[in-house]
């Protein structure tokens, strides 16, 4: 079972919509709400991500094809000696 969080959804969710509504970095918001940033920093920036907001991060999309390409990429690393090396070969 996963522990619990620190903070509820709502309030993460509230910190971050008052940073993009006030424009006021996340750090301001959450000092004032009286809770931790790392609480909310890497879930906060993966959502802008997620919105476009920010060029330098990939998405979960994005992310999610990476990993996908990269897997695909490592098994054919393994496939293409073990067909070179098999009797009669890949002709």
């Known amino acids: 079972m996963a522990a619990p ?34 609480r909310f920093g890497p879930g906060s920036r993966q959502e802008e991500a997620d919105r476009g907001e920010r060029s330098e991060q990939l998405s979960t999309v994005e992310r999610d094809e990476l990993k996908r390409l990269r897997a695909e990429n490592a098994e054919s690393r393994r496939v293409v000696p073990l067909a070179v090396l098999s009797p009669g070969g890949c002709a």
């Open 5 to 38: 969080r620190k903070y509820p959804q709502e309030l993460r969710d509230r910190a971050a919509r008052l940073a993009r509504e006030s424009d006021r970095p996340l750090s301001h918001v959450a000092r004032n709400l009286g809770v931790t940033l790392r």
